[in-house]
């Protein structure tokens, strides 16, 4: 497995990169898909898109709160709108239109936060979005979905513009190796596992899943203790089936999530095994309730453990402690 | 039409005070407005409303729900007799325009959010070539919210004719008058200078308000902004310009003696 995604790095392409590249695929025989940008094209890699489809493209300006209430406007008149803004200004500014002009309207808005969690490394704190999943998972009638792959992003855009619903897309800039390519089956809701084993279970999102999986294979050489990794990249709706089988199938749960410790993917699933009678060991991974420490995207997260090294010390604690 | 405003002031009043709830000044001074829109300007019904071609009315200050709701009834959108469940528990008809209500384009009650909504809506019409129009009616107390006048920029920018956004100018709002709270003045020329065409008028000159329409666009390739210039609690002498009657709810003499009136005004007319 190791040499596995050490090869597919090769041929890794940032998630957002990939979100561009499909959206243009699909708005070649789809002329209802609208792309909103708040001078955004640039970061959100869609340049190309603007030379191509210049007529499906709405630029707004610096201007959040207008972007998602315009992209609301456009959704009700039957466009697929998708309102792309750096994930940290969309859903924290723009959140009364969130709430309001696309989820309680029921506007089908597909909402894509790019250069997520703390993509922008050093920039810090106002440009690091660690709260999106816990106010968007407040929130009625949205579904929100955090792909780790390139696999996994392409189905997603792919998705999005299938279904009429509000959903909210989280990408990263990192370039995201393919986790597994056996694994093929995408729908929203459905978590992927992409390695199986009964020792314990990793579950992550997003730009996570890829150290959760190196994790993996620490904990199998060096420990011999066998994982199972899925990626949850959707968190709402929480794919609870494959929770309880979870927790009935491993001796422990590690969440691991590029997001405060406080209401996102950990909290989720705490809560629902919590009410269902889970009684094993169990440990939330993600940013602490604290300003974030200096440095790029990878050195705030190995600063917080997410990373092989430390998702694997964890799991081995969190398993010495049965 | 007149007799209309009339007896659309008579069932606001009757279903607020059922309700013992409701924003009495507001729809007061913008039931005219809509009386307009509904009877002389929207191309729109209940056979027409599922239609993509059909005009689109937003109702941005959404508190004013009653006096839409009394006029949505009056062209057939549901049974009128649906507006004694208003705010009662488990009605459709809660305090602010919600989609279940037929008739009803988007859910409102934060401010500052039907100009976005509106300017989005009419950028589609544009793309998709189609002729309907967007009508906003906006209050003036709620134009601090900066999310309006970030769509103002892109309304002029996409040079959006279609659309028309009215605000119904009574000058008063929950804490005082709108110039006291925060001083919006002179909009006609902060929204010119924004890129839009404005016209201003009298907002219960009924005849007034539907030539104005009528001009639409009032310039070929500029947002449309009618200031109507209103009373707040108009049509009921003790109410009108009190800013207590923001969302006051009359008591049974209070009402009685409100009733009274209008009907000595419907005799008049």
Not at chain 1, 253 to 272: D, F, K, P, Q, R
Not at chain 2, 9 to 18: E, F, P, S, W
């Amino acid at each position: 497995m190791g040499a596995t995604i050490e090869s597919e790095i090769a041929t890794a392409r940032p998630n957002q990169d990939v979100f561009s590249g499909v959206l243009q695929q699909l708005t070649a025989d789809d002329r209802q898909i609208v792309v909103v940008t708040s001078d955004s094209r640039g970061s959100g890699k869609l340049v190309p898109f603007g030379h191509k489809f210049p007529e499906q493209i709405v630029e707004i300006g610096i201007a959040e709160q207008n972007l998602v209430g315009v992209a609301a406007g456009l959704a009700s008149a039957g466009k697929k709108a998708y309102a792309v803004s750096p994930a940290c200004f969309l859903t924290a500014r723009a959140l009364e239109q969130i709430k309001n002009d696309v989820a309680y309207s029921d506007n089908p808005v597909r909402l894509v936060g790019i250069s997520a969690g703390v993509s922008y490394g050093p920039l810090g704190t106002t440009h690091h979005s660690l709260h999106d999943f816990a106010a968007l998972r407040a929130i009625n009638n949205m579904i929100i979905v955090a792909p780790a792959d390139n696999f996994e992003t392409e189905q997603a855009v792919k998705l999005s513009a299938a279904i009429n619903k509000p959903v909210y897309l989280r990408f990263g800039k990192k370039p995201m190796p393919l986790l597994n390519a056996d694994e093929t089956s995408f729908e929203f809701g459905k978590g992927r596992v992409v390695k199986k084993g009964n020792d314990i279970a990793i579950i992550a999102n997003g730009e996570t899943v890829y150290p959760a999986l190196l994790a993996a294979e620490k904990l199998r050489e060096e420990y011999g203790l066998q994982a199972t990794v899925v990626s949850m990249h959707t968190i709402k709706p929480l794919d609870v089936e494959l929770l309880k089988t979870l927790s009935e199938n491993t001796k422990a749960i590690i969440t691991v999530e590029e997001h405060s410790v406080n209401g996102g993917l950990g909290e989720a699933c705490a809560s629902y095994l919590l009410q269902h009678g889970y009684k094993k060991p169990f440990k939330i991974m993600g940013i602490p309730d604290e300003y974030t420490v200096t440095g790029s995207q990878v050195e705030i997260l190995n600063h917080y453990n997410i990373s092989q090294h430390g998702i694997a010390d964890v799991a081995v604690q969190l398993l010495a402690t049965i | 039409m007149a007799r209309k405003s009339i007896a659309y002031r008579k069932n606001i009043l009757k279903y607020i005070v059922g309700a013992n709830a409701g924003h009495t000044g507001g729809c007061l001074s913008c039931v005219d407005i809509l009386n307009v829109l509904y009877n002389n300007v929207l191309n729109v019904s209940p056979a027409t409303f599922a239609s993509p071609d059909r005009d689109r009315y937003i109702q941005s200050k959404g508190h004013c729900v009653e006096a839409l709701f009394v006029v949505l009834a009056d062209h057939g959108f549901f049974p009128e007799s649906d507006l004694e469940t208003l705010c009662k528990y488990k009605s459709h008809y809660i305090g602010h325009p919600t989609r279940k209500v037929n008739g009803i384009e988007q859910n409102t009650g934060a401010l500052g959010h039907g100009l976005p909504l509106a300017v989005g809506t009419a950028i589609a019409a544009k793309m998709d070539k189609k002729e309907y129009r967007v009508f906003t009616l906006l209050g003036d107390g709620e134009l601090p919210e900066g999310s309006n006048w970030e769509a103002a920029l892109t309304a002029s920018h996409y040079k959006l004719d279609n659309l028309c956004a009215i605000i119904d100018k009574n000058s008063l709002q929950i804490t005082g008058s709108t110039a006291d709270v925060c001083n919006t003045d002179p909009l006609d020329k902060k929204f010119e200078s924004f890129g839009w065409a404005v016209m201003q008028v009298d907002g219960h000159d009924l005849k007034q308000l539907a030539e104005t329409f009528a001009k639409m666009p009032f310039e070929t390739g500029k947002p449309n902004l009618v200031i109507a210039h209103t009373i707040k609690g108009k049509g009921i002498s003790y109410m009108e310009n009190q800013v207590k009657w923001h969302h006051g709810v009359p008591n049974k003499e209070q009402y009685e003696e409100a009733i009274v009136e209008l009907d000595h005004a419907l005799a008049l007319v």
